[in-house]
């Protein structure tokens, strides 16, 4: 890779990565809940796709989201005093724990989710069929990369 191609890499993740983020959480106060962090939002994402799994265990959640069980524990208290998570836990071993989005988690997690369809379809409606191929293959393998070097770094 040539030295320019680098720097417009370099410059195009570090300002698209920021931009998504601002935007993210000026949208998150302006539909969502104006008391949830997009990191929250994040986990109430996590907990609902892991939940459509029977994998909602804090253990599982924990690994998805590449944090450890103690700072998973720390957010999960804090949205479960807001009121968008519960536990529950299995009768056969109370250290199991099972984490659910509340009515309030399920509606915020579900505005969440419009948030990235309208993104995406924003973003999209700018390129040629051909064009969204071609960025989601080269995502997918910016992906692959980004997983791995995250499942080495715990």
Same mark, same amino acid.
């Not at 265990?57 to 208290?77: E, R």
């Not at 915020?108 to 419009?114: D, G, L, P, Q, Y």
């Given at each position: 890779?040539?030295?320019?191609?680098?720097?417009?890499?370099?410059?195009?993740?570090?300002?698209?990565?920021?931009?998504?983020?601002?935007? /993210? /959480?000026?949208?998150?106060?302006?539909?969502?809940?104006?008391?949830?962090?997009?990191?929250?939002?994040?986990?109430?994402?996590?907990?609902?796709?892991?939940?459509?799994?029977?994998?909602?265990?804090?253990?599982?959640?924990?690994?998805?989201?590449?944090?450890?069980?103690?700072?998973?524990?720390?957010?999960?208290?804090?949205?479960?005093?807001?009121?968008?998570?519960?536990?529950?836990?299995?009768?056969?071993?109370?250290?199991?724990?099972?984490?659910?989005?509340?009515?309030?988690?399920?509606?915020?997690?579900?505005?969440?989710? /419009?948030?990235?369809?309208?993104?995406?379809?924003?973003?999209?409606?700018?390129?040629?069929?051909?064009?969204?191929?071609?960025?989601?293959?080269?995502?997918?393998?910016?992906?692959?990369?980004?997983?791995?070097?995250?499942?080495?770094?715990?």
């Amino acid at each position: 890779m040539q030295d320019l191609q680098n720097k417009k890499l370099n410059d195009f993740f570090v300002s698209s990565f920021n931009n998504l983020l601002i935007l /993210e /959480e000026a949208y998150l106060r302006k539909h969502c809940a104006a008391d949830l962090s997009v990191r929250e939002v994040h986990v109430l994402a996590a907990v609902d796709k892991l939940s459509g799994e029977q994998k909602n265990t804090m253990a599982n959640i924990a690994k998805f989201l590449c944090v450890s069980p103690g700072s998973l524990t720390t957010a999960v208290n804090t949205l479960v005093t807001k009121g968008y998570l519960e536990r529950s836990y299995t009768p056969r071993d109370r250290r199991v724990v099972f984490i659910h989005l509340s009515a309030t988690g399920e509606e915020a997690c579900a505005k969440h989710m /419009e948030y990235h369809k309208q993104l995406i379809n924003a973003a999209a409606e700018k390129m040629t069929d051909k064009e969204v191929e071609i960025l989601t293959s080269a995502l997918e393998k910016v992906c692959e990369f980004t997983v791995t070097k995250a499942e080495r770094a715990e």
